[in-house]
Structures are given as structure tokens and as C-alpha cells.
């Protein structure tokens, strides 16, 4: 699997926008672009993915590059609820299992 | 029903015993995972069920042996554990192997052995 990078942490205020950046920029053109987060004590929960356009979703819209080499999540008001480790994660097209990365681990401020 | 239920949600077993963890999905997935986290770490894939037969098993040693008896069950026998295998098993499904394919996770087995 390709390799990604995230920042360890980030820290948001409840309300406002969040951007959760991912670099991958050996990513292969079938690669698809997965993020997950896990919530304080519960399993991981699937966000959203998407290939090569940005997607929206009831949770979260996924901004991806024109290169493809980076992707950036986006919450579009965080609250208290969305504070977790956020994992971006790469899968390629065939029979590929979700293989977790060290994620960023974010905190929202009330 | 988009639930993945592992149980028991606990479990503290001797290092000479011997216990299972099941977990069970009832979503018509093909295919399930066992997967090991430590504190503070990320999950660690152990193994990957593909139609009821086991495709991937990622040098996960003996003591952990996984069996899917059924296309919606899922079990993890653990015999002669070490204290350092005490960890969160966390047991996940998707309708299929591939990349599209969103994936469920069940709540974990908090493991001790002592």
C-alpha cells in the first residue's frame, strides 16, 4: 500500500471548519482515497472516499488535488462529537484490506 | 441492521487458558477482518476472510487461530496468550474484498491476560 502523512494532531473550535490533510504523493492511479475516524473507545467508522473528484457527504466532503498527490477532509462545522482520530488511507483496486496509518488526532474546543 | 456485534465486550483470561471471541454480522458481507490495537496505535491488520475462506493472514502467530464457521460469523480462538497480547480486537466486515467497499466495524473485545 501506498504511504500517507498526516499531522499528528489539530485542534478546532466547535462551529467552525475543519481541514484534515493527507499527503500521498506516491499514490497510483487506481489507488482510491479512504478516511475513517475512531471515536473515544469505539470502533473505526467509515467518512467517506473517492478516486479522483471531490465528494460530499452527510458527514464530511473530500477535497482530492488535481495530481492526486494530496487530499484534504473537510468537516464543515465541527462539534464536540467529531473529536477522534481521523485515518487516511489508501486502497488499491484489487482485493485490498484497509491497512491503518499513525491518523491525526483531533480535538475540538467548545 | 448495518451492525457488526463483537462479544464479549471484555475478557480477562491466564495465560494458559483457553477462550474465543466471536464476532457476527448480518449484513450479507463476504467479506471480514480480525484486527489488534494497542493504546494509543492505530489497528493492526491480523486477518482477512474472503468468502468464508481465509486470504490473508499477516504472519499473525499460532496462539491466535481465526475461524468463519458461516458467512455471517466470525471467531478468533486464543490459546496460550502472553500479557503482550492484551490489546482491543476489533472484528470488521465489507459487502466485498475490494477498494470501493465501505467497511463496518463492530465495538471491540477489550482483552487482558494475566
Known amino acids: 500500500d501506498a504511504k500517507t502523512t498526516q499531522p499528528n494532531s489539530m485542534e478546532s473550535n466547535e462551529e467552525e471548519p475543519v481541514h484534515l490533510p493527507c499527503n500521498h504523493s506516491t499514490i497510483s492511479g487506481t489507488d482510491y482515497i479512504h478516511w475513517y475516524r475512531q471515536l473515544p473507545s469505539q470502533g473505526p467508522e467509515y467518512v467517506i472516499h473517492?478516486?479522483?473528484s471531490n465528494v460530499n457527504n452527510r458527514m464530511a466532503s473530500l477535497a482530492i488535488a488535481e495530481d492526486r498527490k494530496s487530499s484534504t477532509l473537510i468537516l464543515h462545522r465541527a462539534t464536540l462529537r467529531d473529536a477522534a482520530v481521523y485515518y487516511c488511507?489508501?486502497?488499491?483496486?484489487?482485493?485490498?484490506?484497509?491497512?491503518f496509518g499513525k491518523g491525526t488526532r483531533l480535538s475540538v474546543i467548545a | 441492521d448495518t451492525e457488526v456485534t463483537q462479544t464479549p465486550k471484555h475478557l480477562v483470561m491466564g495465560m494458559t487458558n483457553k477462550k474465543s471471541l466471536k464476532c457476527e454480522q448480518h449484513m450479507g458481507h463476504r467479506a471480514m477482518y480480525w484486527y489488534k490495537q494497542k493504546a494509543k496505535k492505530p489497528p493492526e491488520l491480523m486477518f482477512v476472510y474472503s468468502y468464508e475462506k481465509l486470504s490473508i493472514n499477516e504472519s499473525v502467530p499460532s496462539r491466535f487461530s481465526p475461524e468463519c464457521p458461516n458467512s455471517s460469523l466470525l471467531n478468533l480462538h486464543l490459546h496460550a496468550l502472553q500479557p503482550e497480547d492484551s490489546a482491543l480486537y476489533l472484528c470488521?466486515?465489507?459487502?466485498?474484498?475490494?477498494?470501493?467497499?465501505?467497511?463496518?466495524f463492530g465495538q471491540g473485545t477489550r482483552l487482558t491476560v494475566v
Open positions: 473517492g478516486l479522483t
Open positions: 470488521a466486515s465489507s459487502q466485498e474484498p475490494g477498494s470501493w467497499t465501505e467497511a463496518f
Open positions: 488511507i489508501l486502497r488499491d483496486r484489487g482485493n485490498t484490506p484497509l491497512v
